[in-house]
């Protein structure tokens, strides 16, 4: 469950593998800094991102209050094998469909958490829908883990699976938004998320775009979003 007095309006994700990127994003002052070992880190890199974790995340970093790694589904067991370490407050799960594959995850992560000496039951989960299934099993999913603390939705994946109308907007968008603030709000975790506009999303959005992205977001119940860039 979702400690509700934590603020985490910006996500900002920084590529694991690459420590300018990641001081810049620390210097930006997120809420929660994302180190990823997903899209932005090249296959011949991952090795290095995922050696390099725990030391980042113990590094010193005092205006940045937490950090979660984003891991690969493809990769998700080794990812969290070299994330969980002390200091990492959660993991952003992207893509579960079912329960079943939190719980395994859950069962993984406390594992490690006895293996490296982290506190038992200190590592949350962020779950980032991205397929119909994964929407159709929302409510199962926010409720699958005492660690799940988030939910939130991945536009791309999903446009691909789902499909656009011809004019290339993407009009279930506030259908699987409403979705994913509903089942949020049932098991009082935090809904994550912006509401982009055709044109104007994530990685190529304008300082307005986004504000406006977020803006429509927070109308409709969600409290923070995943930033792809140190300006937003």
């Known amino acids: 469950m979702a400690d509700n007095s934590i603020v985490r309006r910006s996500w900002l994700i920084a590529p694991a593998h690459d420590a300018g990127a990641v001081e810049q994003a620390q210097a930006s002052l997120p809420d929660v800094l994302v180190l990823d070992l997903e899209y ?20 010193p970093a005092p205006r940045v209050s937490e950090v979660f790694v984003r891991v690969d589904w493809e990769t998700r067991w080794c990812d969290i094998e070299a994330a969980v370490c002390p200091g990492l407050k959660g993991i952003v799960l992207p893509g579960p469909e079912s329960a079943e ?12 958490e006895r293996k490296k000496g ?11 829908l991205e397929s119909p299934r994964g929407f159709w099993n929302s409510r199962a999913l926010a409720g699958s883990s005492r660690r799940v603390t988030g939910l939130g939705i991945g536009r791309a994946d999903l446009t691909m699976g789902l499909g656009p109308d011809p004019d290339g907007e993407f009009h279930l968008y506030p259908y ?27 990685g190529v ?8 992205a977020a803006r429509r977001a927070w109308r409709m119940g969600f409290m923070g979003s995943l930033c792809a860039r140190p300006e937003q």
């Open 205 to 212: 959005a304008s300082p307005k775009d986004t504000f406006e």
């Open 40 to 59: 932005t880190v090249p296959p011949k890199y991952k090795e290095a991102a995922r050696s390099a974790l725990c030391s980042t995340i113990s590094s």
């Open 176 to 202: 699987l938004m409403s979705t994913v603030v509903t089942a949020a709000r049932a098991h009082n975790i935090q809904a994550i998320g912006a509401h982009w506009k055709k044109g104007s999303r994530g």
């Open 101 to 112: 594959e939190v719980a395994e995850l859950d069962r993984l992560i406390g594992d490690v």
């Open 118 to 128: 982290v506190i038992p039951d200190s590592v949350e989960l962020v779950l980032i």
